[in-house]
């Protein structure tokens, strides 16, 4: 894409930059906020797609102007007060609200290397046989959920091809809303460039993308 920064299809956002030798952490805090993330007490509700959601939701020109883990602060602090585990006013000043219960649900410090060694498998077993075949010809939805979807803007009601089956895991459309995993078949799907961009695209380029069955139709 001609070096174009592309975010959900729209232009314009100028050059993608390549950081030469890019840090893991541009700076202490970043690591600081990722270990937090990764160690603090969560709720039994945030999910991974609830994580996501939840950045999607920020005003368009802060998304555009923060860094990628000042959108992690922005989530984590969304999703707390949400749970009812700490207030705007408490984020504000640092301090513990007057009379706010005090918690005792902290992981024990050698919980948590097990905990993130272990991991989220989005892999589930269902009943339901795969819809479409390996070299299937297929054309993703034209869909405009108000929620969250992994289907990109910029691929859909495009023409596919079925590249591999990964088995069924949890559908992000409703898992990021608590309405439950609803398990699909996921497939990886191959794209050609000029489908997507037009015939300015290089002829040989091509997209895959991993997609659930429901964004998908037979061609």
């Not at 803007?153 to 069924?168: D, E, I, M, N, P």
């Amino acid at each position: 894409m001609n070096g174009i920064h592309d975010m959900g299809g729209m232009h314009g956002l100028g050059p993608l930059e390549r950081e030469a030798e890019e840090p893991v952490f541009h700076a202490p805090w970043e690591a600081r906020m990722y270990g937090i993330s990764q160690a603090m007490t969560g709720s039994p509700d945030w999910t991974i797609d609830y994580f996501r959601f939840t950045r999607e939701c920020m005003p368009a020109a802060a998304y555009l102007e923060q860094s990628y883990y000042e959108h992690w602060y922005y989530a984590y602090t969304v999703m707390m007060i949400e749970a009812g585990m700490a207030t705007l006013e408490e984020f504000r000043t640092g301090k513990a609200a007057t009379g706010a219960e005090r918690r005792d649900d902290a992981a024990p410090p050698d919980s948590v290397a097990p905990a993130l060694n272990k991991g989220h498998d989005p892999r589930r077993t269902i009943a339901d046989p795969p819809r479409f075949a390996v070299g299937q010809q297929i054309r993703t939805r034209n869909m405009h959920p108000a929620g969250h979807t992994r289907l990109p803007r910029y691929a859909r009601g495009k023409l596919g091809t079925v590249h591999a089956h990964h088995g069924a895991h949890v559908l992000p459309d409703t898992n990021a809303h608590g309405k439950g995993e609803c398990p699909q078949h996921i497939y990886s799907v191959v794209i050609a460039a000029r489908e997507l961009w037009g015939p300015e695209a290089a002829p040989k380029d091509k997209v895959y993308l991993d997609l659930w069955e429901s964004y998908l139709e037979p061609a």
